[in-house]
């Protein structure tokens, strides 16, 4: 029987659209995870290849845990979108089991986007699907927070979403530690006041900076699927902050601002001033949550600027739940991935440090 991607009958992660029946996953781990009795499960499974060069395409990993679960069921099948509408076999058994499968995407939300149309089973229902943690974090990020180019082997080999994994990102090692339900809202190359610009650039990269998008449930696959003419061109999809309340916010912006302030100090006291009004703006969609301001690991140009930031925030509006963590610098000896990204130990190591500081901050116990 066939079944729609409903949050009624599956679990639902990140900010995702549902259109016409369908759920479009964009952000970075976003998925859905389902639970059935049987021997088989399909899925029908939509995207838009044809928009994008072959090095842009969405790349998702389905999950198979049997119940109770075994440790190489944890070893995702991993794809890369290749077709507008494909059907992929989830699982199959000779003899009927109980099976948890998830279906996240890797690849992020500026690219091409992946349409879950319908999942079916051979049996007539679902069982309920696992419960979420009563933890909650939601990360702001940019490339780092994605696992941009985590998989590559070198820093010499250029970008490509079939090197992106944000399970090997300590966002969601983090979370993982934490045993946290985590929304990731990232974007490479994005920023506060610019884009990620080439430092000889005469102006900011603009545009869909993550102040503009952070209300919405997900600009670039509502966009995309607009200009396909999958949905109306209406008003932008805002997000229901109450559909996912974190007890902790982590932002880990400025990274890109860097590359357009160059230290220049009316650039800089320019990116302050937006920061604070960003961070005034996550306080207002999340009153009650922690906030984490980290900084560090590719550029620490603007490490002052944020400290004081979030100083002078939280001075000002007397917010106690505001604070910020200075990031290391990578080490050349772990490595990196594509474009001097983040190695697979630089993403670790940073997950430990922040998995203490959270720890301290929440008193949540890590694993």
């Not at 560090?296 to 739940?321: F, H, N, P, W």
């Amino acid at each position: 029987m066939r079944f729609q991607a409903t949050e009624e009958q599956m679990k639902i992660t990140g900010r995702t659209l549902f259109e016409n029946g369908v759920r479009i996953l964009g952000w970075s781990g976003s998925g859905v995870t389902f639970r059935f009795y049987g021997k088989r499960a399909a899925a029908g499974i939509l995207s838009n290849p044809e928009d994008w060069e072959a090095h842009l395409k969405a790349r998702i990993a389905v999950y198979v845990r049997e119940n109770p679960a075994k440790e190489e069921a944890y070893q995702p099948k991993v794809l890369m979108l290749e077709k507008g509408i494909q059907e992929i076999s989830l699982f199959e058994s000779e003899e009927p089991k109980d099976v948890t499968i998830t279906i996240m995407k890797y690849s992020e939300a500026p690219f091409a986007y992946c349409g879950i149309e319908w999942i079916e089973t051979d049996g007539k229902t679902l069982l309920p699907p696992p419960e979420a943690s009563s933890r909650r974090m939601e990360i702001i990020g940019d490339s780092i927070t994605c696992g941009y180019g985590v998989e590559a082997d070198s820093e010499l080999i250029p970008f490509s979403t079939d090197t992106e994994n944000p399970t090997l990102s300590y966002s969601m090692l983090l979370a993982g530690k934490l045993q946290a339900e985590v929304n990731l809202i990232s974007w490479s190359g994005n920023g506060i006041i610019s884009h990620y610009v080439d430092e000889s650039a005469a102006e900011p990269g603009t545009g869909h900076l993550m102040p503009e998008i952070y209300p919405y449930t997900d600009i670039s696959a509502e966009e995309q699927l607009k200009k396909k003419q999958l949905i109306e061109a209406d008003e932008k999809r805002l997000w229901d902050f109450s559909r996912f309340v974190p007890q902790l916010v982590l932002i880990n912006l400025g990274t890109n601002d860097c590359s357009w302030c160059r230290t220049i100090p009316e650039r800089n006291a320019h990116f302050k001033a937006e920061y604070r009004k960003f961070l005034k703006e996550v306080r207002k969609y999340n009153p009650d949550a922690m906030i984490l301001c980290v900084l560090g690991t590719m550029d620490e140009r603007l490490l002052t600027e944020i400290r004081e930031a979030v100083s002078e925030t939280a001075k000002e509006t007397q917010d106690e739940r505001l604070h910020f963590q200075a990031l290391p610098p990578q080490d050349p000896a772990d490595g990196y991935g594509s474009d001097w990204h983040p190695s697979k130990e630089t993403h670790r190591k940073t997950a430990e440090l922040l998995a203490g500081k959270i720890s301290a901050l929440m008193g949540w116990e890590t694993v």
